[in-house]
């Protein structure tokens, strides 16, 4: 399920502690916007420490924030951060279909060196008119590509709008469109951070229009909106469905700790990371 990303700053070794006992669908240790630049290598080491120790729990996906491509440093944060224990990576400021491969590529000649499964997932972040343009080009250029995510703040900066996040006449078009092009890539979207951590209300309003347009989650940057999102995006019928058949087919291995790789289910390749994620579909349906 992707109904909660946390976004954790890499550079700020306690929260990353912290984050252990946190349980979003999602633990992102973020290398971007949240780390200053002369922290950039320090957040990076800390990323790989706290990657290679599995710490805490194995309920949460983890995932990456790199840099943007236009920073330089996309290569360098690959190289300290791919390694067993990640699940995924975030693409920042992706506005063609070529950025995402070009990154693609690179996370596979790492993982190929290290012999780590080349099955790291991608989200690349639309943040920029011509991202929103090519939405739908961006969710379907690779098959690792598994969600899009909307960056609201970059959006408005790109489109020269100074307003609050909450006047949404600014970000309508844009905010709509993003969901429809990932279901017609047949992958999910992620709708942007809600920034007045105190306001809860707020969240849950937000939230709930996130939903109808679509949006199977939210990106989130404190731990106290976990939980009423998690009640907002409970599991659809749908993803009942489909996690109960995934785990029928692969209790027998995956769920004894005795994988036989990748299966065909409905014609497509399921394996042990499609079996964690219909553990917690059906686990998230008891609560």
């Known amino acids: 399920m992707f109904r909660s990303l946390l976004f954790i700053p890499a550079n700020n070794e306690r929260f990353l502690k912290k984050s252990a006992n946190l349980h979003p669908d999602i633990l992102c240790f973020d290398l971007e916007d949240s780390v200053p630049s002369n922290e ?70 790492i993982a190929s060196k290290r012999n780590i499964s080349s099955k790291i997932r991608v989200m690349p972040s639309i943040e920029t008119a011509r991202g929103v343009i090519n ?90 909106h976990i939980n009423p999102i998690h009640e907002i995006f409970r599991p659809t019928k749908k993803q009942i469905e489909w996690a109960k058949k995934v785990f029928a087919a692969l209790k027998d291995s995956t769920g004894r700790g005795n994988a036989r790789g990748a299966i065909l289910l409905d014609g497509k390749m399921i394996d042990a990371v499609h079996y964690k994620q219909a553990k917690a579909v059906l686990s998230a349906t008891e609560k």
């Open 135 to 224: 939405a739908n080009s961006i969710a379907s250029a690779h098959e690792n590509v598994v969600a899009l995510i909307f960056g609201v703040f970059d959006y408005l900066y790109d489109m020269n709008v100074d307003v609050e996040y909450d006047e949404s006449v600014s970000y309508n078009y844009a905010r709509s469109k993003i969901p429809v092009d990932a279901r017609a890539a047949d992958i999910d979207a992620l709708d942007g951070i809600w920034q007045k951590v105190n306001d809860v209300d707020g969240l849950i309003k937000d939230a709930v229009l996130a939903k109808k347009l679509g949006y199977s989650g939210k990106t989130l940057i404190h731990p106290s």
């Open 40 to 109: 950039k290598v320090v957040a990076r080491n800390l990323v790989g420490e706290r990657l290679a120790s599995q710490e805490g729990n194995n309920e949460s996906s983890m995932y990456v924030r790199i840099n943007s491509i236009d920073s330089g440093l996309v290569d360098s944060d690959l190289e300290g951060v791919i390694k067993v224990g990640l699940d995924g990576i975030v693409l920042p400021k992706i506005s063609n279909r070529e950025e995402v491969i070009l990154v693609v590529d690179k996370i596979h000649a």
